[in-house]
């Protein structure tokens, strides 16, 4: 199993990035994904998290409207849409297979940086 996030990098404050994660060795077509946050010093956030179906997401308050999570069952893949960034969102960003309300997998991470 395995989950690789890139897209990451340094942006001002307004601006925009879309995180990606290729999943491979297991069923991602059948699984709940999810992307979590974590700033230094700060607890781990779950920010955004996807059914099987593109139709069923949900969204952290501190993000909600600024936000997209989006799936493409075809590549394996899951992404995440940031807008209109603010410093607040700087983190290392981890992609993470959601089994039954819990984390079964987590990716190595994409660092986001706004500055």
């Known amino acids: 199993v395995q989950l690789v996030e890139s897209g990451g990098g340094l942006v001002q404050p307004g601006g925009s990035l879309r995180l990606s994660c290729a999943a491979s060795?297991?069923?991602?077509?059948?699984?709940?994904m999810y992307w979590f946050r974590q700033a230094p010093g700060k607890e781990r956030e779950g920010v955004a998290r996807?059914?099987?179906?593109?139709?069923?997401?949900y969204y952290a308050d501190s993000v909600k409207g600024r936000f997209v999570i989006s799936r493409d069952n075809a590549k394996n893949t899951v992404y995440l849409a940031l807008s209109n960034l603010q410093s607040a969102d700087t983190a290392m960003y981890y992609c993470?297979?959601?089994?039954?309300?819990?984390?079964?997998?987590w990716g190595q991470g994409t660092q986001v940086t706004v500055s």
């Open positions: 993470v297979i959601w089994n039954r309300g819990v984390a079964a997998k």
């Open positions: 060795g297991f069923t991602f077509s059948t699984s709940w």
């Open positions: 996807i059914a099987t179906g593109s139709g069923n997401t």
